[in-house]
């Protein structure tokens, strides 16, 4: 940089390159999007060669010399102090990243991207196949590459630790054995609990087919009740529902459809509103810097828990909805009961598929996934042995073993992306909407009655204040303090869970 330039002139070359990185993943979002969705078969693997090319050039430039110039000249006192909040939080964000990470050799990077692209074609089929064997050599090359960043880009404590960081800023395993420990067993107890109740839950709702077309409607209609924009977004269908905020103003959804199972695409879709929105209602003042994006990812999945589940699976909001889906399935249901489907919803029961798993044991699924991630990346387990110690933790924590490979190791496309570190914060997104929830009720003392009415705005509305106008201005750790005065917690979503299943079961 030239010494003439004044404070205004290193501002505007330092937004311009984010603007320009932004741009880059942007488009590099919007091809991993229409790979997802629209794109043919064949062209998927090409793609993924395109895909890596975009994704590279955003990387690079992230820790390029230009980056590391600007940063190190808007960090000196006499601009750093100048500068509005957004923009120093923006500038030690990167700085942290660019140290990172520019330890990570350019071409290494560029064969990950494309190895994790392929992998998930190659998973996609192998687990079609029931094959785990095909799939193997591509997982324990990304194991292995997962294995060296934690080493280049340090870490303090276990290895996993640096991983994790990456989704989660501060999270450790130190800190997640504890608290997943705690979550464990007070779920546990629960469903010890509801084994041994003598209520049994109505089924009947197991058995009807529900038209797509109508499951369609009704998947939009309660997008735009809960305050999904449908002006920056839209809703299309994938085999593994997914939000992706291209910018706050393209904010894109998918859901599934199952004629057979109608819990897939309604709680899909709102799980997937409620990320959407935490998507859109980034300030797009702060979208222009590098804290334009959610806390985290466990509190981008606090969002969707908390829309999917303290909304949707409730009682109150059932009573607002009943009336307008018996009269849209009418031909398909007869004479449903509010009691009914408030019991069909949330039925409790061991099964082997997370993204099918009831509310209660849907975070033992996590925890398992945890703890065999972990163990893989300090080398205390090989990927060889997967497919058999998935099995028997299976039965260990959740207490059911799979009949094959599709319904256990094979079951989920992380791995097969690279994302080792991220199963934990779907975890931690439950406990962090229940902390969001306790806080909410103390300022929306109506809360149910809202619900009720489906009278959503004022919840989106505390939610937009508290958490999606932040961005990343704050760690989730320092976000969920600010607002309920409490680090992370397990107690509120055990005692939500307890006081929920209790009235339920009747235990
Ligand atoms: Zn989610």
Known sequence: MNEQKTHEDLLNYYIGLLSKIQHYREMAGLAHWDMA???????????SEALGTLSTEAFKMSVSPEMQNILTELSEEEHFNKLPEKYQRSIKKDIKHLDKFRKIPEDQYRDYVVLTSKAQNIWEKAKEDNDFETFQPYLEKIVDFNQRMAKLVGYEGHPYNALIDRFEEGMTVEKLDTTFGE?????????????NSSKTLNKRLESVNLSVEKQKILSEKILEKIGYD????????????FTIGLNPKDVRVTTRYQEDFFKTALFGTIHEGGHGMYEQNIPLELFKTSVGSAASTGMHESQSRFWENVVGRSEAFWKGLLPEFT??????????TLEEMVDYINIVEPSMIRVEADELTYSLHIILRYELEKDLIDGKISVKDLPKLWNEKMKEVIGIEPKDNREGVLQDVHWAGGMFGYFPTYALGNLYSLQLTEALKKDLTDFTTLIENHNFAPIKGWMIEKVH??????????????????GLSVKPYLSYLEDKYKKIYQF
């Open 37 to 47: 969705t629209y794109a043919p078969k064949q062209g998927k693997s090409m793609r």
């Open 183 to 195: 979550l464990k067993r007070g779920i546990q107890g629960i469903l010890d609990k509801i084994k």
């Open 230 to 241: 449908f002006e920056c977004g839209r809703l299309d269908e994938s085999v593994h529902p």
């Open 327 to 336: 009269e849209l399935f009418q031909d398909e249901i007869d004479k449903l």
């Open 469 to 486: 106008q932040r961005g990343n201005l704050r760690t989730a750790e320092e976000l969920i303090k600010e607002i309920t005065g409490e």
